[in-house]
């Protein structure tokens, strides 16, 4: 039996992960048994239930040698830990050698946002009126109109957006971490990309002209995808990746040059709503953080932006010298 495919069954049947969490934690931990086979011990189930703290150690040890960064090294002890937490239940291991391994203590980055000049200028490019241009319209408009993660946007489904045609605006309905469903609602201007898109997405798949379509989707696939708001240029759902790669080429010929990755939109949208004079608690409920003091980075984001227009701005922030 495989301790690492059990546990991951465990966590999408029992505990309601998402499918993203779950291949998280499978990348993770097929990592962790490769160095294990590698020459530490066999990576065999018998070799998990034998291991102790230091063998966690000398693969965190390995992984800083390779340059891997605080936050992934973070994030697999995180994950070694969720699965001898798991087999500590079960009874198979009598303690947890990851949690006596302290984890990396990691850079508290403010996040990086875009002025909403950049985001007018990434958004108001020309997309061009074909299906492939009117869907990168839209993914980009509703990123940061509503400020979902990309997980939650492709996970999307048509079933979950609503739109009245007697109004302007709309609401999504997104599954978010922890498998927890919220509504967020989105703007004009997304919702007139949607519908621009919508009209277009039956030409999303194999055979359209003008797309290239590297690969062949599955008749299965097809039909997995079938229901997805989001269709890549072979019928199927598209995936974070496709979206990190639909963003890099819109910023290229938008001539942007920032380090810009999809969750920039995130930050933005959360900036610019806060800037607006929008309440923590409402961004809060808007991002889906279950806790508030993950929200309250914006606000060092917005105060440190304050302090740098004061400094160019008043006539007595500047000191003897300074010009």
Known sequence: ??????????????????PQTVRCYRAD????????????????????????HHA???YLSHLHERGVSRATVARRLASLRSLFRHLARRGLVTGNPAAMVSTPKLDRRLPHA???????????????????????????????????????????DLGDL????????????????????????????????LRTYLRVRPM???????????????????????DALF????????????VRRILDRRLRRAALLSKVSPHTLRHSFATHMLDA??????????LGHASLSTTQKYTKVTTRRLLEVYNRAHPHAKGPGDG
């Open 1 to 18: 039996m495989d301790l690492v495919e059990e546990f991951l069954r465990h966590l999408a049947q029992n505990v309601n992960a998402s």
């Open 29 to 52: 931990l097929k990592e962790f048994q490769e160095f294990l086979s590698s020459g530490l011990v066999p990576g065999t189930d018998k070799a998990l239930l034998s291991l102790d």
């Open 56 to 58: 966690v150690r000398e």
């Open 114 to 156: 875009l002025s909403e000049h950049e985001v007018e200028s990434l958004l108001d490019n020309a997309f061009g009126t074909g299906p492939r241009d009117l869907r990168d319209r839209a993914i980009l408009e509703l990123l940061y109109a509503s400020g979902v993660r990309v997980a939650e946007l492709v996970g999307a």
């Open 162 to 193: 609503e739109m009245s045609s007697a109004t302007v605006d709309g609401m999504l309905r997104v599954l978010g971490k922890g498998r927890k469903e919220r509504l967020v609602p989105i703007g004009s201007k997304a919702v007139l990309a």
């Open 204 to 226: 999303l798949g194999p055979g359209t002209p003008g797309l290239r379509a590297p690969g062949r989707a599955t008749a299965a696939g097809r039909e997995a995808a079938r």
């Open 231 to 242: 269709l890549n240029a072979r019928g199927g759902r598209l995936t974070d990746r496709s």
């Open 277 to 286: 004079g929008a309440d923590l608690r409402s961004i809060q409920e808007l």
